[in-house]
């Protein structure tokens, strides 16, 4: 399509919204429950079409930052740190790691989130989907 994946400090900033207030999810800090999420304690247990949560979506108007699927970023994993008194410190797009791990972000609809706007979870370039 010509874009390209945004960086994991790029599709934080997406998820939390701008400025320094942390928000616990995408949509804010009310609890999670199926008119904003699609995961294992709220939806069905599958996959749900992309605009099926437009309570759920994030400051910007984006669907599914928590929820449904995994998204993937352009960086590798690395280690990257959050600091109370400013930004996040982006590992730049990271073109190589220990073992080639590739990042997701959110949590899907097998998942429940941790940390939800923060979480983060490591795929081997080889990890099968099935």
């Not at 709220?42 to 992309?50: C, E, F, K, Q, R």
């Not at 099926?52 to 352009?74: A, F, K, Q, T």
């Not at 930004?87 to 941790?114: H, Q, W, Y």
């Amino acid at each position: 399509a010509g874009g390209r994946l945004c960086t994991e400090a790029e599709w934080e900033r997406a998820a939390n919204g701008p400025g320094s207030e942390r928000r616990a999810h995408p949509w804010g800090n009310q609890e999670a429950n199926y008119d904003l999420v699609n995961i294992p304690s709220t939806g069905p247990g599958w996959l749900d079409p992309v605009d099926s949560h437009p309570d759920g979506m994030s400051y910007d108007g984006i669907y599914n930052m928590e929820g449904n699927v995994y998204e993937w970023v352009v960086d590798k994993f690395a280690l990257y740190e959050v600091s109370d008194e400013g930004p996040m410190v982006d590992p730049l797009a990271a073109t190589t790691s220990a073992n080639d791990e590739f990042i997701g972000r959110g949590s899907c609809f097998f998942t429940e989130p941790k940390r939800s706007v923060t979480d983060r979870t490591r795929f081997e370039k080889t990890f099968d989907w099935g």
